[in-house]
Every structure is written in C-alpha cells, then in structure tokens.
C-alpha cells in the first residue's frame, strides 16, 4: 500500500514515516526541508500532483505552525495566511481531481475564532468534509523536533534547560494543555487509515491523552528528569503574562476515538523519551 504522508518532516509526520515504514507500508514522503520541489504553497506543482495522484492513503499533515512562540509571532502575518490558505487549495485541489481517501490533520483550536491558526484549520476542516476525508483534531502531540524556531513548549523546555539551564517561560504557566506523545499519535493514525471505511467526516476523531497537566506542571517534570540525570542547576523562571494564545480556553475532547485507540505513553514517559533523544546533541 502506497502512502503519501504531507509534512513528513514535522513534528507527527516524522514519526508516523519512520512507523509506518516500519509496519511494511510504502511510504511517499512530501516535505519542503526535502528540495524546493517540495513545496506545497506553489501552485501549480506537478510533484505534489503526481505523489497524490500516485498513492493509494494521503496524510495531510503539512501546515505553516509551531509552538506557542511561533504562534504568538507569526500568525498575524499575511505570510502566515497566505502560506496555509495556498497550501490547503493546492492539496485539497489534487485530493478533489483524484479522489484519493486522506486524513487532514486539524486541531483542537479550530472553534478558536480569534486565532488565525485556529480558523486555518477550521476551513480545512469544511474543505475536509465536502469531499468526504477524515479530520483528526490533535491535542498538543509531542516529540523529536529538527526546526526549534518552531519549537514546541516540551522540546523548547528541554533545549533552554541543556543551553542555559534556565527554563525561562512565556506565561506564568497556569494555562493547562493535554500533551500527547508521538508513538501514540501514530498508533492512533495507523488504526483511523486502517478502518478509514468505518468512519465518517463527521466523526469526532480526538487524538489526545484526555488528562490535563499545567505548564507550570510540565516545566517541573522536565527539571526532575534533568536533576535525576545529575544536572541539579536547572531552574524554572515562569512570567507573570496570561497565555496569549489560547487565552485559557479548554476545550473538552469527545472520547468517541477510545473505543478503538488508547494513550499509553504518561506524560512524565514521553519527556524522558524525548529528553534522552536531544541529551545527545549537547552531551
């Protein structure tokens, strides 16, 4: 079985290649870090055309995103916009032309009226639906990052405490996520592609850990790991600024996926996962 993963070296697409390859699928990887043939914002691109046209399941993960940094800096911006909405015609369009069965990847943001990334992932969802995909709505997946520009609050934790020991905050840390770890989030794609014919786009597909920790709870998980691994001189530095974000809305996740897919991976597991994977940049 061919499969076309969109995003394939990002935060999720990374991982779900490297399991997916695993498993014995064929998988066509698509990212702009691969060559500028790569790039899903230019319109047309016969490449782009071609993998779809080709494969036999997309995964449509690709998205112009970061972390709450990134976030707060860039999706204002017209590139930002621009970048997404280009991205989303160009694949949706391809996706329509070959009648290809796909997975977009949305979030749990996408009833967040007053973020741009949130109504992004909103119209991908309607462009979803009007031909029949399957959205996903995740909830903060963690892992391996290669673009820390983009960094993501678990891996932007683990980079300030290796480099300046220091884990300095954006927020005061009181805002609350549900952080999911990667291999999980695979596991639970493999699982939607698989029995893709049993659901529907309207399905409430939530792929999360459904357990809220803090911030501020997160921070002092990633400062015991470094303390049990004999780094002692790691301190938290939280801000007094409110998240700007999400500005503390919690959603509630529909648990419509578990009767098929179940988390494993604790939290606390996850960041020593992902821990002892960037240790050996710096040690």
Known sequence: MKVA?????GQIGAYLTKYLTKKGYQVREFDIVNSHYEDMTHIPNAFLRNVIMDSDFVFFLAF???????????QHTFKFIDNNTRMM??????????????????SQMSNMSYSPYGVMKRV??????????????????????????KA??????????????VIDMMTDGS???QFLYAEDCCKALKIIMKKYDEFKSDDPLHITSFKYDSILEVAEAVQDIFREDGMDHIEIVPS?????????????????????????TTLRTGIKKVFEAMKNDWV
């Not at 007094?240 to 494993?264: E, G, H």
């Open 5 to 9: 993963i969109l995003g394939s070296s």
């Open 64 to 74: 112009d995103v970061g972390g709450s940094h990134y976030l707060k800096k860039y």
């Open 89 to 106: 015609a160009n694949v949706f369009g391809h996706l329509a032309d070959y009648k290809k069965p796909f997975v977009f990847a949305s």
């Open 124 to 149: 991908g969802e309607l462009y979803t639906k009007s031909l029949g995909g399957l959205i996903v709505h995740f909830w903060n997946v963690y892992g391996i990052e290669k673009d820390m520009e």
């Open 152 to 165: 993501h609050v678990i891996t932007d934790f683990i980079r300030k405490g290796f480099e300046t020991g």
């Open 175 to 177: 805002e609350q996520r």
């Open 240 to 264: 007094q600024s409110k998240d700007s974000v999400q500005m503390d809305k919690k959603n509630k996740a529909d648990t419509y996926i578990l009767d098929w897919w179940q988390p494993k």
